[in-house]
């Protein structure tokens, strides 16, 4: 009896690790296998399918602000961007349904912009849409032109990031370059590219069957895309403050 605990202690070893996660076993051998674009376009055709609600803290374009991102049942989409206009001065909300896409603004109602997520005119694009719209299209794309290898975590992210570029020169490439992240199950967990860095915050909430418009369609004119003003640092005096006597 003595022999047989012995031997079973033995076995169980004595440094007390637990045993590997088969999942993430699981996962890290898919990766290896399909390479990094491989793996890029799993997650994103996974990210296609899913439907939610959720926040984004989005900073390196201006003041840092909350985006809120919905994908609905149906197709349709909204992100709200407060301080999205006008310096800041001004929330937007972008929404794609089948008839085009729309800046919605408070008091100025909705205005038809273009008529895909790809063709929002550059002096109205507060560009965090593209991610969870026209560059997943691309992203899950295996014939897009782009370059993707592994990435470093951005901070803050979970889930895996990749790092792409697009691979021919054009006027209208299909993606920014950047960095772009995914869980294995196919949620954005964070993005970074020219506009800024989009990190989730929290877990995802339920999709609504529509993303309905912020307000009634106008045929006003759509508001110019300025971010905030990085607030200044308090109790600091500034390099011509100090200079008085």
Known sequence: MALITAFGLAGCGSDGAPPPDPDASQASAVAAAVGPRGDLTRRVAASKDRRFTAAYTWTGAGAQRTVTVTLAADGTWRVDVPGGAQSGRTSVSMVGR??????????????????????????????????????????????????????????????????????????????????????????????????????????????????????????????????????????????SSSRRG
Not at 101 to 126: E, F, K, L
Not at 134 to 146: E, H, I, T, Y
């Open 98 to 239: 089948a008839e085009g896409v729309y800046q919605c603004s408070a008091g100025g109602g909705c205005v038809r912009v273009a008529r895909a997520a790809g063709t929002v005119p550059a002096a109205v694009d507060p560009k965090v849409h593209h991610p969870f719209t026209d560059w997943a299209a691309a992203l899950a794309d295996p014939n897009s032109a782009l370059s993707v290898a592994n990435a470093q975590a951005l901070p803050g992210v979970s889930g895996a990031c990749f790092s792409v570029e697009p691979t021919t020169v054009s006027i209208a490439p299909p993606i920014e370059p950047g960095i772009f992240c995914y869980g294995d199950d196919g949620m954005p967990t964070g993005f970074k590219t020219k506009f800024g860095t989009l990190t989730l915050a929290g877990a995802p909430g339920p999709a609504p069957p529509t993303a309905d418009l912020a307000g009634p369609v106008s045929n006003g004119t759509p508001l110019n895309t300025s971010a905030p003003p990085v607030p200044s640092n308090t109790g600091r005096p500034s390099a």
